[in-house]
């Protein structure tokens, strides 16, 4: 069966589709999902980004005019006064879809990574990763490939050491409906950690289930209500951690968090959360002008209100 729809471009015509197609254009719209580890990353980053408590931050990032692109970030610990830095830098070569990576930190690590996307294969990525560290010798790697296509997503790594891990994540994905299931081998040790999770979204509204090892679970629910209001609920229980033998594993403690963000007018906004242990986080963010953000964040020990553990901290972004 066929039927005639209009289509708007420059002139109006008339193309014929059969059934099949009409069901792929408008009941199904076509969608690459995230990568497993991306999922509930909405909920997530409500909770934790923007808050560096405890800490002085600046991040610096720019590009030059060859399109080498620098980022360097410094966190200075206001307890134990430490002072930790990395400067990275990026460049793209477009023709080729290769992306090399070069990073080092103040605990002179040296990171290097290549990765080429999209040109050998449409929704291929390879990356090869490794790491060194002078002072000990240690040196590691990882190879990384990741496919994704229309409604699925799938990524599968291994390191490159004397007792590698191997790991595959698949996400897919149908209407405004996600599933995805994730595994962990240890080669040497044969443990092995799974979790699986489904979830579903829209334009507003993002819901987000997980299981860890049959044992800790994870449900998070991320809401936009308008143009100015975001805000999410995170409810789960972190998973039994090791115990003696002759000992009875004991599961997490609970945890229930509530945390939103309202922007202001003139480039600033508000944050805050607050959880089952009466932990309070407050933020705020402005932008000075283009290329200049600052923000101050705290988390508040409410039951310990007079002699808690209180943190505040500072950040200050600069981009050019």
């Known amino acids: 069966m066929e039927i005639l729809v209009i289509q708007h471009s420059c002139k109006k015509f008339l193309k014929p589709y059969n059934t099949l197609e009409l069901y792929n254009l408008f009941i199904w719209p076509k969608m690459v999902p995230p990568v497993y580890a991306d999922l509930g990353k909405l909920a997530r980053d409500l909770f934790r980004r923007g808050y560096h408590p405890g800490l002085w931050?600046?991040?610096?990032?720019?590009?030059?005019?060859?399109?080498?692109?620098?980022?360097?970030?410094?966190?200075?610990s206001q307890d134990?006064?430490?002072?930790?830095?990395?400067?990275?830098?990026?460049?793209?070569?477009?023709?080729?879809?290769?992306?090399?990576?070069?990073?080092?930190?103040?605990?002179?690590?040296?990171?290097?990574?290549?990765?080429?996307?999209?040109?050998?294969?449409?929704?291929?990525?390879?990356?090869?990763?490794?790491r060194f560290q002078p002072s000990s010798g240690?040196?590691?790697?990882?190879?990384?490939?990741?496919?994704?296509?229309?409604f699925f997503n799938i990524l599968g790594k291994i390191d490159i050491?004397?007792?590698?891990?191997?790991?595959?994540?698949?996400?897919?994905?149908?209407?405004?409906?996600?599933?995805?299931?994730?595994?962990d081998v240890d080669i040497n040790s044969e443990n092995i950690g799974w979790s699986v999770a489904l979830g579903w979204t829209n334009e507003t509204t993002t819901v987000h289930g997980e299981l860890i090892n049959a044992d800790g679970w994870l449900l998070s629910v991320f809401h936009k209500a308008n143009e100015q209001i975001d805000a999410a609920v995170e409810v789960g229980q972190a998973a039994a951690g090791a115990v003696e033998e002759g000992e009875e594993p004991r599961r997490g403690d609970l945890n229930v968090g509530v945390g939103m963000v309202y922007r202001l007018e003139g480039d600033a906004l508000i944050r805050a959360k607050i959880n089952s242990n009466v932990e309070l986080g407050l933020g705020f963010q402005q932008k000075l002008r283009e290329g200049i953000t600052m923000s101050i964040s705290t988390v508040l020990d409410c039951p310990h209100i007079t002699d808690g553990n209180h943190k505040f901290g500072v950040g200050l972004s600069l981009e050019c």
Not at 98 to 112: A, M
Not at 138 to 150: I, L, P, T
Not at 161 to 178: A, E, R, Y
């Open 57 to 76: 931050q600046l991040d610096c990032k720019t590009m030059t005019s060859s399109g080498i692109e620098f980022f360097t970030t410094g966190f200075a």
């Open 80 to 130: 134990a006064s430490k002072v930790m830095g990395s400067l990275q830098s990026k460049y793209n070569i477009e023709d080729y879809g290769i992306t090399l990576t070069e990073r080092w930190n103040t605990d002179n690590l040296l990171f290097g990574e290549i990765a080429q996307k999209d040109k050998l294969v449409e929704g291929l990525l390879l990356a090869l990763e490794g």
């Open 138 to 150: 240690d040196k590691s790697g990882r190879f990384m490939a990741r496919y994704a296509k229309d």
């Open 161 to 183: 050491k004397s007792d590698p891990l191997i790991g595959l994540s698949l996400v897919l994905s149908h209407n405004q409906f996600l599933a995805g299931a994730s595994t």
